[in-house]
């Protein structure tokens, strides 16, 4: 089972440390996680610090808002093959078994 995360982020460097830390402490003992952090053309240093975590990361040119960089996110999982998709605001932090809990 395959758990995909897209985090839709526009100048949100300040964040992403935090949200990613959480994300990256998810216990992952019956599913495979990936992460994909989609940018809206931040201009701050926000793809940056989201590629120190081992994370996908998708670049837009432009800033499409939330649900713009969300769709563009859950099209991306298309290609990873995902069971379930679980969109997260960059000053988001999650509980280990968040996941664990749903399945």
Do not use: R, W
């Amino acid at each position: 089972m395959k758990v995909i995360i897209v985090i839709v982020s526009y100048n949100s460097a300040e964040d992403l440390p935090e949200c990613l830390t959480s994300v990256k402490n998810l216990l992952t003992t019956n599913y495979s996680l990936l992460t994909i952090v989609v940018d809206n053309s931040s201009d701050d240093n926000s793809v940056d610090v989201a590629k120190k975590f081992d994370v996908e990361v998708i670049e837009n040119s432009e800033n499409l808002g939330f649900s713009g960089g969300a769709n563009v996110g859950i099209k991306a999982t298309q290609k990873f093959g995902a069971n379930f998709i679980l969109l997260l605001n960059p000053d988001t932090t999650v509980h280990p078994s968040l996941i664990y809990e749903f399945l």
